[in-house]
């Protein structure tokens, strides 16, 4: 047989250059359809997340507004039903993320002469609906918003209902329990329609055909494309393991079976602690891998195009075309080893090589764009992780942190520590001089977490900063912020504060309380909490009154501040830390330093908790008052 120049370039440059180009473009399409399928994986697990956490920091804010409810009735302020029902109308036009807001009283509990009293708001076309619940048709104390709550002691989501006779609409409700003179006295709650829940379901688009849904505690569909299903089927029905793992409360990826049209698709789901419930994200698998299989025909075509242009190459021209194609080979080799800079110049002397060489940058322009997608991507996700530690940054700068705070005064001792839930929080608090003697010191917390809280927190302690004074009394200090507060702020926002003064010669104390936890006084023999007069949280409304308590400490007496992240803290069987823990915890460490007292708070929560993640922020504040200093220091 003869051996030609065709016959050599296909044996010994042809067959070898073929294999090195099939192979790198191979690898190349390999390495693309992994990449945009992680990507497409990674993208469903971030929107899952996201749009859960959207969710869940709603249902956490307006967790906030029963329990204000609660403490604002425990005031005594609202003692006719034209108060109550007036006040519950404000909640529900201030508060257009609520679907309603009632307000129930337990036998004989508004009036001795009723024996029940319940009036409910709802939000209707033309703006707050008001119903009385306490009905013969509608008998709430059987109700589980009214029960659970009562039974429990603490407050509670229900799993979702239709409330006929109430807002005749399918809901989820939170109920607050509250009390009067230490014995229960009724329920607060609000209620999230379900249709709210659709709406965001539906606001959110996942591709051409992909979709969200989300489940209840019991695994019941509260929003699904097949609108049938909605509180009428489960997901466990549709598919077991994805719902054990709902119902559960995970968050994950699964490749299973579309619960909707029964195909292959990628799920997937995360936990909204907040309401008990779980959302899931749903690609079909077609659509999911519709870009990387793409990416990966287009590579092996264009592949497949350089290849027969090669061989076309190599049979009609010789040496002039063997330079090209070595040089393409090599450029091919730096792609596959991840050199994607690599752009070849069109002049070979055939047209089939040029082709060729056109065919791979674009395939290096492809591949090159969408690196810089995901490179884009990981920057953005980068800068806001940043902007956000810088804002933790700034927020902790606004609170003191440097002990002890006041090293040349004798006469007390103080410590606090700040551990916010997420990036940045809402709690404060603060201590500084207003003359030689009057220290003043207060903590809060603020209804909301992240960016909005934060700031809300900063404008409360600026003004409360540059009202305090000895020469205003304290509650006409505390109303004039609180209107203030009302005044500039319309976002809803309020915050519960307990604010003092502390003589430091003589121990005399002095403190309002504004919808916040009671302070514990530790006593050398024992530890009582201060009750004093209860006063509605700053910022809730405006023209309200405010009263102080005053109390005398002796020589050694500590005092501990918390907010109510320390007593509702919860561990992984959803049990709270309780204010029982807390006294036990201060009984052991009372007589210790104050910042043990607090370190050993905070570290006692932390054990409680495990492993779960931490739901609200944490503040926490003790100070003790030795005695007056030594005249002779």
Request: contains cysteine; charged residues 25%.
């Amino acid at each position: 047989m003869k051996v030609t120049l065709s016959t050599r370039l296909i044996t010994w440059v042809g067959i070898p250059a073929a294999l090195v180009l099939g192979f790198v473009v191979w690898n190349a399409s390999r390495r693309s359809f992994d990449r945009v399928a992680a990507q497409t994986e990674e993208l469903a697990r971030l929107m899952a997340r996201s749009s859960a956490a959207k969710i869940e920091t709603e249902l956490s804010r307006v967790q906030k507004i029963p329990e204000m409810i609660g403490r604002t009735l425990e005031t005594g302020q609202f003692d006719t039903p034209a108060k109550v029902e007036d006040f519950l109308r404000q909640v529900v036009e201030k508060n257009p993320e609520i679907y309603g807001s009632c307000v129930a009283f337990k036998p004989n509990g508004f009036d001795p002469n009723v024996n029940a009293y319940a009036p409910y708001f709802y939000r209707g076309p033309k703006g707050p609906v008001f119903q009385q619940l306490a009905k013969p048709d509608y008998n709430y104390f059987q109700w589980d918003w009214y029960r659970l709550p009562r039974d429990d002691g603490h407050s509670v989501w229900t799993e979702p209902y239709f409330d006929e006779g109430g807002g005749e609409a399918i809901m989820i409700t939170y109920s607050a329990p509250f009390r009067r003179d230490d014995l229960f006295w009724g329920i607060a709650t609000i209620d999230i329609a379900i249709s709210q829940l659709i709406r965001e379901g539906q606001s959110v688009h996942i591709g051409r055909g992909g979709y969200i849904f989300i489940v209840s505690k019991q695994g019941r569909f509260l929003t699904f494309p097949d609108e049938k299903k909605i509180m009428q089927a489960t997901i466990q029905d549709a598919n077991a393991e994805l719902g054990d793992r709902m119902r559960a409360e995970e968050s994950g990826f699964l490749r299973a079976r579309d619960p909707w049209q029964d195909r292959p698709a990628w799920i997937a789901y995360a936990p909204v602690h907040a309401g008990g419930l779980s959302l899931a994200v749903v690609y079909p698998e077609e659509e999911a891998l519709a870009g990387a299989r793409h990416l990966r025909n287009e590579l092996l075509t264009t592949g497949a195009v350089g290849l027969l242009g090669l061989l076309g190459a190599i049979f009609f021209v010789a040496r002039t075309s063997s330079r090209p194609i070595a040089e393409l080979a090599r450029a091919a080799q730096l792609v596959a080893d991840g050199d994607l800079e690599q752009r070849l110049s069109a002049t070979a002397p055939t047209e089939e090589v040029r082709n060729l060489m056109t065919a791979f940058n674009k395939m290096t322009r492809d591949l090159q764009m969408r690196m810089q997608e995901l490179r884009y991507t990981t920057t953005v996700k980068e800068r806001f992780e940043g902007e956000l530690n810088a804002a933790r940054s700034i927020q902790m700068s606004l609170v003191p942190k440097h002990f002890p705070a006041f090293p040349g005064r004798t006469e007390f001792d103080v410590h606090a520590l700040l551990r916010p839930a997420r990036e940045i929080g809402g709690d404060l608090y603060d201590f500084y001089f207003l003359d030689d003697e009057w220290l003043c010191f207060l903590i809060g917390d603020v209804s909301g977490k992240g960016v909005p809280a934060a700031l809300f927190m900063a404008v409360t302690k600026t003004l409360l900063k540059a009202s305090s004074s000895r020469r205003v009394p304290m509650a006409e200090m505390i109303a004039h912020v609180n209107d203030e507060l009302c005044e500039q702020t319309d976002s809803g926002m309020f915050v519960s504060l307990l604010y003092a003064h502390l003589n430091t010669r003589t121990g005399a104390l002095e403190f309002c309380n504004a919808g916040h936890p009671a302070p514990y006084l530790l006593g050398a023999n024992n530890t009582r909490q201060l009750t004093g007069a209860k006063n509605v949280a700053v910022g809730a409304m405006s023209a309200l009154d405010f009263q102080s308590t005053a109390v005398q400490l002796s020589p050694g007496d500590a005092l501990f501040f918390y907010t109510d992240g320390v007593t509702e803290a919860l561990d992984r069987s959803d049990h709270f830390y309780s204010c029982t823990r807390l006294e036990c915890v201060l009984h052991d460490v009372g007589n210790l330093p104050v910042e043990k007292i607090t370190r050993g708070v905070v570290r006692d929560v932390r054990t409680f908790c495990g492993e779960r993640e931490q739901s609200d922020d944490i503040s926490v504040m003790a100070l003790r008052w030795v005695g007056p200093a030594n005249s002779g220091d």
